[in-house]
Nanobody, 124 residues
Framework: QVQLVESGGGLVQAGGSLRLSCAAS????????VGWFRQAPGKEREFVAA????????GYADSVKGRFTISRDNAKNMVYLQMNSLKPEDTALYYC?????????????????WGQGTQVTVSS
């Protein structure tokens, strides 16, 4: 069992930056791939970014490529999402997820563990 808790969301102006954090507890975190997903009001949850157990391979949704960066610190059981050049369309509830699969990337059904989410609101 892995527990995930997101933090770092908030209100920011367009063009600004935020860094989301995801704290993991439970089993050995370095055994899990991680991903970030988001859900805007009235929309389905969508893939944002993902990384393998050691962070050696990462992937991003086209909408955030070049602006967002996923990273992890296995010694601290932490995952981060650095978000730069934020746009109003980035407004959503952001979720951290973990998977035993080597690299599930955007396949949500392969992520077994999910956090409760942290709200990001970008004003224009």
């Amino acid at each position: 069992q892995v527990q995930l808790v997101e933090s770092g969301g908030g209100l920011v102006q367009a063009g600004g930056s935020l860094r989301l954090s995801c704290a993991a507890s439970g089993r050995t975190f370095s055994n899990y791939a991680v991903g970030w997903f988001r859900q805007a009001p009235g929309k389905e949850r969508e893939f944002v970014a993902a990384g393998t157990r050691n962070g050696g391979t990462t992937g991003y949704a086209d909408s955030v490529k070049g602006r967002f960066t996923i990273s992890r610190d296995n010694a601290k059981n932490m995952v981060y999402l650095q978000m730069n050049s934020l746009k109003p369309e980035d407004t959503a509830l952001y979720y951290c997820a973990a998977s035993e699969i080597y690299y599930p990337e955007r396949l949500q059904r392969l992520y077994r563990y999910w956090g409760q989410g942290t709200q990001v609101t970008v004003s224009s």
